[in-house]
Every structure is written in structure tokens, then in C-alpha cells.
């Protein structure tokens, strides 16, 4: 695994921590910290962390027939017309609610974990279902309907391909199905 030059941003980061901007297609940004880079069949291809945290905001739901409510997910249309508020009570907190590209994130400090107000939710793939943990950060109403404001507890990793101009781009769920066996097959190489 080779590195690469990129154009880095963050001109007060040190040189321990580049960024780079991914960019999606409605012309939203989101900073990254660029983990690793690496080569795969004369392809070149970094591995990201959000530099602000994401969170994702979930609507509660009654569910009538358990007689308790369930947490939903939101969708993009229904955030868009909640964004105002939620930023407001993130800003509470000394957050910053940002609508950047691949997910919501907040600038600032995020509380301390507190295991009383860790969420667990199970979430489906398409061969598995998986444990997700997420940290409560605040809850509030918008036309009688009440959200909850919630950050995960591990980390968001995004894989990218550089492009022709040294950007980096997400890869399809296709192509990421693709190399995933060879970037397991790499790491694993690696660390013997």
C-alpha cells in the first residue's frame, strides 16, 4: 500500500491529521481525515473519518400493537423541513447541526458517553443484522411530532476512489462488493 499525494486541506491541521473534501452530487461537502491510502489493480483508493461528528435523527413512532413507541428512521424531505429546529437545540449543547454531504454531522464537543443513554438498535443488512450503538443527544417537537437526536457510537468510515484529479469519490454499492474481498485479503496481509 503505497501513498499518495492529495491536495490537502486544513491549512492549521498538522501534517499528521490531512483532510480532504468529499463532495456528493448535490454539491454538499464533508471533511475527512484521510486514514489510510492504498493501491488496488492500478487504483487508487483512501479510507476516511468525518472530522465532525455524524448523527442521524430518528422520529418516535406509536406502535399500537407492542403498546410502546418505536424509534423510525426520518426521511431526507422530512429533515429538511426539521433542520431549523434541530440545529437550534443542538446549538444548546454549543453544536453545530450541519446538513453535509452522506450524513448530518455537528461541529463541537459531543458530551461524554453516558451508558444510561446509549441506544442499541438492530439494524438489517442484506446478509446479517448488526448492533448499532448511538448516544442520546437531545430530543425535540416539530408539529406535534417528537425526534430524537442521536450520534453512533463507532466511528462512520467511508472508502473512496481517487479520481483523475486526485478527488476523492464513494465507491457504488457494486464496485464496493467488488473490492471488498480484495482490501480484506490487503489489510489482513499486512498485519501478519
Not at 501534517?15 to 452530487?25: I, K, S, W
Not at 443488512?125 to 442521536?150: G, P
Request: hydrophobic share 40%.
Amino acid at each position: 500500500m503505497g501513498k499518495k499525494n492529495l491536495d490537502m486541506e486544513g491549512s492549521d491541521m498538522e501534517m499528521d491529521d490531512p483532510t480532504v473534501t468529499l463532495r456528493d452530487e448535490m454539491g454538499r461537502s464533508l471533511v475527512c481525515y484521510l486514514e489510510l491510502s492504498f493501491e488496488v489493480e492500478a487504483k487508487d483508493y483512501v479510507l476516511l473519518h468525518p472530522v465532525d461528528s455524524p448523527v442521524e435523527i430518528f422520529a418516535w413512532q406509536a406502535d399500537e400493537v407492542e403498546d410502546e413507541d418505536t424509534l423510525v428512521d426520518v426521511e431526507p424531505e422530512e429533515i429538511d423541513k426539521i433542520f431549523a429546529t434541530a440545529q437550534a437545540v443542538l446549538a444548546e449543547q454549543n453544536l453545530t447541526l450541519k446538513h453535509t454531504a452522506i450524513a448530518l454531522t455537528v461541529e463541537g464537543e459531543v458530551p461524554e458517553v453516558n451508558e444510561e443513554e446509549i441506544l442499541t438498535l438492530e439494524v438489517e443488512n442484506e446478509q446479517e443484522t448488526e448492533a448499532e450503538e448511538f448516544q442520546f443527544l437531545a430530543s425535540f417537537y416539530h408539529e406535534e411530532q417528537e425526534y430524537a437526536i442521536y450520534t453512533p457510537l463507532d466511528p462512520l468510515l467511508l472508502l473512496a476512489r481517487l479520481n483523475a484529479n486526485n478527488q476523492p469519490e464513494l465507491l457504488s454499492p457494486e464496485e464496493f462488493q467488488k473490492i471488498q474481498p480484495i482490501l480484506e485479503e490487503q489489510f489482513f496481509s499486512e498485519l501478519e
